[in-house]
């Protein structure tokens, strides 16, 4: 989970081949790079549509503005993609290099579009995109009640590091590279 103050590092994050994928609702959906100076104003209206009930460590945030703040930064130090669907975003996840050569992961799949499959694939489509950069592991913080995301996690192979009230997560990817 990333909150807007943490220490950035640049990287030069590879170019991502958008993907359409077919939810389990059976209706398609683009999944592809964000591009902040045009999508910004679309990822606001998904965080200020965003229903309260789902938000995970104080995320997203609730105000325009602090919503600006935080995806500024989240597009200033890290690399993301979306889910759209007819030219609206869906899903947003978000990852920020750290010094260490891993990744720190956040994930929002907005509440009209959760359980149909679009976090398994935006997960998967990330994870390789971490493996081909070359980064160590990845490292996500969410809430231990957070039996969905747990669930979700525990599938694309995450381990759970440190079973707090925050549950952090971790998935090693140097253990991956031949998968
Ligand atoms: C967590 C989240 C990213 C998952 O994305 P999603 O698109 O809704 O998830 P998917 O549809 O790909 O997968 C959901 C899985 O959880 C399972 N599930 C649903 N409700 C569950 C629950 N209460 N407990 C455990 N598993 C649950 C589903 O059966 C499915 O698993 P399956 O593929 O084995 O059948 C998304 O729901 C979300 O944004 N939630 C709110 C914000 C949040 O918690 N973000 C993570 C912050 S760390």
Redesign the pocket.
């Given at each position: 989970?990333v909150m807007a103050s943490e220490k950035p590092v640049h990287f030069n994050f590879p170019e991502f081949k958008h993907v359409v994928v077919r939810d389990r609702k059976g209706e398609e959906i683009l999944i592809r790079q964000y591009i902040h100076e045009k999508d910004r104003e679309k990822l606001i209206e998904m965080y200020e549509t965003y229903d309260p009930d789902?938000r995970?460590l104080g995320l997203p945030p609730i105000s325009r503005k602090a919503i600006e703040n935080w995806i500024d930064y989240l597009a200033e130090n890290g690399f993301a993609i979306v889910a759209e669907k007819d030219g609206r975003i869906v899903g947003h996840l978000v990852i920020v290099p750290t010094e260490d050569m891993k990744v720190d992961l956040t994930?929002?799949?907005h509440q009209d579009y959760?359980?149909?499959?679009?976090?398994?694939e935006m997960m998967k489509l990330i994870i390789d995109c971490c493996k081909k950069a070359g980064f160590k592991g990845i490292m996500?913080?969410?809430e231990r009640s957070?039996?969905?995301?747990i669930?979700?996690y525990k599938?694309m192979g995450f381990k759970i590091v440190a079973p707090y009230y925050e549950c952090d997560m971790y998935l090693d990817l140097t253990e991956q590279q031949d998968k």
């Open positions: 989970m789902y995970c994930i929002f799949i959760q359980n149909r499959g679009l976090g398994q996500l913080v969410t957070n039996t969905r995301a669930h979700v599938k």
